[in-house]
């Protein structure tokens, strides 16, 4: 197995002249979470926009398990080839139970028609094996549109799951989640990243804290620095960047409260 999963080679993206991403080199391994962070406007999303096929890069490198050219394949054909992304806000079929929610998700690359006349054993099995990850089990036949803000966000992730992705991109996944739920959601993603990687675009450094593996802080399309919470928390540089002020205090007690 090649050591990263992604590799960013810089990467630059402009939009009428700001530089979105100015020469961003960033790496991932296999079966890591990462979250990645920083002010508005320091590139984040636009990552998320260009590694999955949203946004098109000036110029950059950008490798995908091991020798994919992520730069030369069509948007349709990153889903295939193992990226999946989650936007903030839930994308399911409200009217449609979770079961079939899931069921239309796990044979995207099938004809629909003859899909949902019969499915494979491996298909319903992988099913009910998200069902149990994402804890939705007891829900298989309620309307999606009838569930929490949490339940949602989970069953979206559930029909990502079941495409099985080798790189999760995840924009503000636990924005609006009661603290049980973001609590769940950490809890949820540390598990996928026993099988894939999850790269979570984040402002709730509560949930970084106790979940993240490694974080990116981002600034002005360059990586400022990474590791570690406990390391860049420290790290005059974020400091200054996130309060305009060298207190190292202000930074570690707006990480504990979660703001």
Request: net charge neutral; glycine share 8%; charged share 25%.
């Amino acid at each position: 197995m090649v050591s990263n999963i992604l590799n960013v080679q810089e990467l630059t993206v402009s939009f009428d002249g700001f530089l979105a991403l100015n020469g961003l080199n960033f790496t991932m391994q296999h079966n890591e979470l990462r979250c990645l962070v920083g002010p508005n406007g320091a590139g984040k999303t636009t990552l998320l926009d260009v590694l999955i096929g949203k946004t098109k890069a000036d110029c950059g490198c950008l490798t995908f398990n091991g020798n994919i050219d992520l730069n030369k394949q069509p948007e349709h054909k990153l889903v295939q080839i193992g990226l999946a992304r989650k936007f903030q806000t839930p994308s399911i079929f409200a009217s449609l139970t979770v079961y079939e929610n899931l069921q239309i998700a796990v044979g995207f690359r099938e004809n629909m028609l003859e899909h949902f006349r019969k499915m494979t054993e491996k298909q319903l099995l992988k099913i009910q094996m998200v069902l149990t990850r994402i804890g939705l089990e007891s829900k298989v036949e309620q309307q999606a549109g009838k569930l929490s803000h949490g339940e949602k966000q989970w069953l979206e992730i559930g029909m990502l799951l079941v495409q099985e992705p080798k790189l999760l991109l995840l924009d503000e996944p636990v924005a609006g989640m009661t603290k049980q739920e973001r609590y769940k959601t950490g809890e949820l993603l540390q598990t996928i990243a026993k099988d894939s990687s999850v790269l979570v675009v984040e402002h709730d450094m509560h949930f970084v804290r106790q979940f993240a593996s490694k974080v990116t802080v981002l600034h002005e399309g360059q990586i400022l620095c990474e590791g570690a919470v406990k390391d860049i928390q420290s790290d005059p540089r974020v400091v200054e960047v996130y309060t305009g002020r060298k207190q190292e205090k202000v930074l570690r007690e707006a990480m504990a409260l979660g703001r």
